[in-house]
């Protein structure tokens, strides 16, 4: 039974009218296959959003060297000759503090409501120490214990263990940590243990028709991820603090179908007007820098020409504010 990740899959872009829930373009059902879902979990940073572009094909989960860079469950879908898993990317889990750190948690656990299976995503530890489970980690491996999810461990970024055969002692220590059904070296990065994981994880899926149309990658809009592009462009300009701070809303959406082209107008919402000067930049040099790159990695997405016009407003302590970071997105 082939389950290999399906590279000759054409990338297809998403659309606003698709609909998530609508099951009645689904491929036929084929004796043998598998469909389901898997929560992706674990702290932040460990590569949970690289290893779902890397599983789905394309750059759905921005992806930044900082932690807490996911904010929302974003879905990607996986298909394969064994079937399709349904993948829900999720934030770090980590102690929480303010409302939209509290909503970014309460993100992450609420995924495990309702999944198949869950993949959760360590780090190899420091140098030689030990196997060592953070409090995060133990919060998971909790919930999925009172859910009964089964758990797949993926040992993340093993491009960076030059000593392989050091792997052994650690994946000793996460069997000796919990009952898991698979433990999978893997690099997202570079791609390398990926298939075999995905393998591992159709083995825990029940049989069925897919959940989503063949051409569905995400339930996601175009919208939302080009304004994850932008935001994803502020993680990796801002130093310190600042990403955090910011939120990105898409104003206008304008199709220019004799042009090919698409002209989005966007909001950057930052907490001070300290920061909006620092956005900004000097002459207005770091926001025309954002704009640039953000504007090449929508473009991509969309496969088409994207115009950005950026602006910054300030919402003051709009990250504190259960009213406010719903109204910029942050909501069910
Ligand atoms: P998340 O917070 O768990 O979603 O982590 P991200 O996917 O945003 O990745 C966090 C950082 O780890 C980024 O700088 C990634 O490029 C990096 N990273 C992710 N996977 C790997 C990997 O397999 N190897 C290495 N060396 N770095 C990785
Ligand atoms: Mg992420």
Redesign the pocket.
Known sequence: MGSEIDEGTEPVPTTDERSAADRSNAAETVAGMVAGTVAIL??????????L?QIVGQKL?????K????RNRIVGVWNGPAGQIVFV?T??VHSARGALNRFMVDEALGAIEGVDAALL?VEPPQSSAAVKIASAERQILDALRTAGTPVVLAI?????VKDKPSLFPILKGWEEISNFSALVP?????GSGVAGLVKELCKLLPPGPPLYAADMLTDRTERFLAAELIREQLFLSLRQELPYATAVVIDNWEERPDKNDVVIDASIVVERDSQKSIVLGKGGTMIKDIGTRARAEVSTLLDRPAHLRLFVKVAPEWTSSPQSIARLGYDR
Not at 67 to 70: A, D, E, L, N
Not at 156 to 160: E, G, M, R, S, W
């Open positions: 674990g702290r932040p940073n460990v590569g949970k959003s690289t290893l572009n989960a921005i992806v930044s060297p932690p807490q860079t996911t990317d934030p770090g995503v993340n970024k093993v491009d960076t893997v690099s997202a990065r570079k």
